[in-house]
């Protein structure tokens, strides 16, 4: 087990390698002062050697530092050379060499380091906060730009894969928005049988996912100054038909884009834009059947990495988080005509959806906002329960999973942890809630739990964890795949890798059991990946791919 595995943060790292660098650095100022008889323990040559010692060690510790901030092994190793700041001050004061010699190397370093920190950018950031480094002239076109979207960064198969095509995943994390899929049949060893690739091409910018209905898949994604609703062929990955919207949410740290995942109903799709805009739109060929800004409609504002929540299809109401003020926190709109139906609530929006869900045995409509969660009437929208659910940052992210007739499991990141909370109904129109357990385990930022046979997995921080649903004890917490999404798929978790990376790995609570891995995208991968029967598609915010998983 490496401190990658459990979870040593590399900002220690760089505290313990400025320590040790500056004591290094006093001690040989110390030795440059002090007595030069060559039998002491700090004569001249003994000084040089230690210097360069540890400015080897500082270049190690740094490649380890760099290495998370890129894939790309040259820009690693480039700002491990770029900071070997130890070995150039020992270069400088502590060889003898003519200051003309010492002065010549030092212009030559500083070229260097210039010459590669200029070839490099950051493109945004990951999931902990470090920044994502990249060349600064890529040789993939720049992401977001329409009229690359079409090329395909590799040859496009256009055979059918062997398995019947009819499944569907047609809402964000599929069809019970459980982000389980079953039935799935996979293979397990992805040794003998290796995913092939069906279609990989080129996209615009946005963290929303795929969905998918009969031969077309659908997602959101900037393209320069527009957001749109984009629908390809489920069989090549070619563009079918395109929706505009004149907007154009940006974000230096967290990426440009759209974020929800659109929502397939019918011959309807509706998709939320992360400004605000819901369009019902035609499935077929994108034309509008009606649209609206659940922003101005309800006097609210959108939270600061925008409008993430996808919509939830609710018998005849599509319902959506405006997060408005004075009873205008979750709103629903008639599917057909787009005319509001109610609202309610008063918390302002976090980062979930809203889900549909069976509680001791009436239908609820559960969102997670900034700080609370409520369970709403789906015909009326009033409040059933509420249960204050906070953390250091009020950012509430992770969507509650139903676990049986009364449970719901719910986590967060930033302090939160984990819980299971009981519900159940006294007095007609009185709620209880009450957790059975919490704890500071499992703390999951951007993604959501799966729940298997009694256990429930997703990633604290970056770090895949198993934990126990009956009383919240730890199983087993392994495998670094940094901020990514999973599913369930039967009793196997596909995971989608934060580096592009999708993995397969049991859902036991027995130990880390990783079956197979492959590089399914390059670069940032926010996305949460879409199973249709046993066609996995993914994307991020340049590139989007589709991949036959083998069956058993």
Not at 421 to 433: D, S, Y
């Amino acid at each position: 087990m490496t401190w990658v595995d459990v979870g040593l943060h590399p900002a220690i790292w760089n505290w313990c390698i400025g320590v040790l660098g500056g004591v290094a650095l006093l001690v040989g100022l110390a030795a440059r002062s002090g007595p030069r008889k060559s039998h002491t323990l700090w004569s001249a040559h003994r000084v040089w050697a230690s210097g360069v010692a540890w400015s080897l060690a500082a270049g190690v510790v740094w490649y380890v530092l760099c290495s998370p901030f890129s894939r790309d092994v040259s820009i690693a190793a480039g700002y491990t050379i770029a900071t070997w700041w130890l070995l150039w001050v020992w270069m400088m004061f502590f060889v003898s060499w003519r200051w003309t010699k010492r002065l010549s190397l030092w212009a030559v370093f500083l070229a260097a380091a210039a010459l590669f920190l200029s070839s490099v950018k950051s493109d945004g950031w990951d999931g902990a906060g470090r920044p994502n480094i990249v060349w600064r002239f890529p040789t993939m076109a720049a992401p977001g730009v329409a009229a690359e979207v079409e090329a395909p960064l590799v040859p496009s198969r256009s055979d059918k894969p062997e398995r019947d095509e009819t499944a569907d995943y047609p809402c964000f994390r599929g069809v019970d928005g459980l982000a389980t899929v079953r039935a799935a049949k996979l293979a397990r060893n992805w040794t003998e049988q290796q995913p092939a690739l069906r279609w990989r091409h080129s996209v615009g910018a946005g963290w929303s996912g795929f969905v998918v209905a009969a031969g077309r898949v659908f997602t959101q994604e900037q393209r320069g100054e527009e957001e749109c609703v984009v629908c390809y062929d489920r069989h090549t990955g070619g563009e079918l038909w395109v929706h505009r919207d004149a907007a154009h949410y940006q974000n230096s740290g967290a990426g440009d884009g759209p974020r929800a995942t659109p929502t397939i109903h019918g011959q309807c799709i509706f998709a939320l834009g992360s400004t605000g805009i819901l369009n019902c739109l035609d499935c077929s060929n994108g034309m509008r059947h009606w649209t609206i800004n659940i922003l101005t409609d309800n006097e609210a504002q959108a939270p600061g990495h925008g409008m993430t929540g996808s919509p939830l299809v609710a018998g005849d109401l599509v319902v959506v988080c405006a997060g408005g003020a004075r009873g205008a926190s979750l709103v629903a709109y008639d599917k057909t005509s787009g005319k509001r139906a109610w609202r309610a609530g008063n918390d302002p929006a976090g980062y979930a959806s809203p889900s549909l869900v069976q509680l001791a045995g009436f239908p609820q409509v559960l969102i997670i906002n900034s700080r609370n969660l409520n369970a709403h009437d789906p015909q009326t929208g009033e409040i059933l329960w509420s249960f204050p659910w906070r953390n250091d940052q009020a950012t509430n992210c992770s969507q509650p999973f139903p676990v049986g007739d009364k449970g719901v499991f719910v986590s967060a990141d930033y302090g939160a942890g984990c819980a299971l909370l009981e519900i159940t109904q006294g007095a007609p129109g009185k709620w209880n809630v009450k957790p059975r357990w919490s704890n500071r385990g499992l703390q999951t930022k951007f993604c959501s739990v799966v729940v298997h046979d009694g256990y429930a997995y997703s990633f604290d921080d970056e770090i895949l964890e198993c934990v126990s649903v009956a009383d919240g004890r730890r199983q087993w917490k392994r495998g670094r795949y940094g901020h990514g999404q999973l599913l369930l798929a039967d009793d196997l978790l596909v995971i989608q890798a934060e580096d592009g990376r999708v993995a397969l790995v049991e859902a036991t609570p027995e130990k880390h059991r990783e079956l197979g891995a492959f590089q399914a995208l390059e670069g940032k991968t926010w996305n949460n990946p879409a199973l249709a029967g046993r066609q996995l598609f993914v994307r991020n915010d340049h590139e989007r791919a589709c991949y036959q998983l083998p069956g058993n």
